[in-house]
């Protein structure tokens, strides 16, 4: 009886092993955010996100207390003008990175409770179909910066 049930229980290991998910990373790479004019309901923040799993993740949704929501937004060309559309969420590919930046995909923080100054903080919370909740912390650029540390 011994020898059948030591195969049995290994093999029940075995495969509730593989029935549960693999732990999915991201990595987050120079989040950043624009300082605000006074008065300014909203910033603009990027971020670079990094995958190194085999398998693709997508980024749903972010919150942060520093605005009463964030929204994830796409730049298109439409003709001569350039316009913004919110997208319900961000494809990052399997061993790959995806670049939030500015003129291309970034976060919108929408009705900010007061100016975001330059060296400031702002904690986000990441939220990825994989990966789950990520924490970052934004480091508040310069008013009309173009890229992060400038």
């Not at 693999?22 to 990027?46: C, D, F």
């Not at 003008?81 to 790959?96: F, S, Y």
């Amino acid at each position: 009886m011994r020898k059948v049930l030591v195969p049995f229980v290994f093999l029940s290991s075995l495969l509730l092993l593989h029935a549960a998910p693999a732990s999915a990373e991201v990595v987050i790479e120079n989040p950043w955010v624009r300082a605000t004019a006074p008065g300014a309901k909203v910033a603009a923040g990027y971020l670079t996100i990094r995958n190194p799993a085999a398998a693709p993740d997508r980024l749903l949704g972010a919150a942060s207390p520093a605005a009463a929501r964030v929204e994830m937004h796409v730049t298109v060309k439409e003709g001569d003008i350039m316009r913004m559309r919110e997208v319900k969420e961000l494809r990052v590919p399997a061993r790959a990175s995806f670049e939030l930046k500015p003129g291309g995909a970034h976060l919108m923080f929408v009705d900010i409770g007061q100016p975001y100054r330059e060296g400031e903080k702002v904690p986000v919370t990441l939220r990825f179909e994989r990966a789950g909740e990520v924490r970052a912390e934004f480091h508040v650029g310069r008013l009309g910066a173009t890229r992060h540390g400038h």
